[in-house]
């Protein structure tokens, strides 16, 4: 299983971005998925999380109201649609497929860097 992460880059607060996690022609689209962020010096979180069917759904409390997190299984494909982005959302974002627990994927794309200015 290969992810590629895209459509990071930098944006003004309160502005909006849309990330990409293409999965390879491969990947089981019975996998959950998933997007986590890292800021320097900061630990992973876990930012948003959706079923394989796409239905049901987690959010961190931070980013609730702002981020959806969707998925075209035709397409092998997971968004995250961000808007009202502030500068605390500047991180890496990593997309993860395969989860054995709410924190634990077996599968990780290479990240995109969101920088939100202020």
């Known amino acids: 299983v290969q992810l590629q992460a895209s459509g990071g880059g930098l944006v003004q607060a309160g502005g909006s971005l849309r990330l990409s996690c293409a999965a390879s022609?491969?990947?089981?689209?019975?996998?959950?998925m998933a997007w986590f962020r890292q800021a320097p010096g900061k630990e992973r979180d876990l930012v948003a999380a959706v079923n394989w069917k796409g239905v049901s759904t987690y959010y961190l409390d931070a980013v609730k109201g702002r981020f959806t997190i969707s998925r075209d299984n035709a397409k092998k494909t997971m968004y995250l649609q961000m808007n009202g982005l502030k500068p605390e959302d500047t991180a890496v974002y990593y997309c993860?497929?395969?989860?054995?627990?709410?924190?634990?994927?077996?599968?990780w794309g290479q990240g995109t860097q969101v920088t939100v200015s202020s």
């Open positions: 022609a491969r990947t089981e689209s019975s996998y959950g």
């Open positions: 993860a497929a395969g989860p054995r627990s709410q924190y634990v994927y077996d599968y």
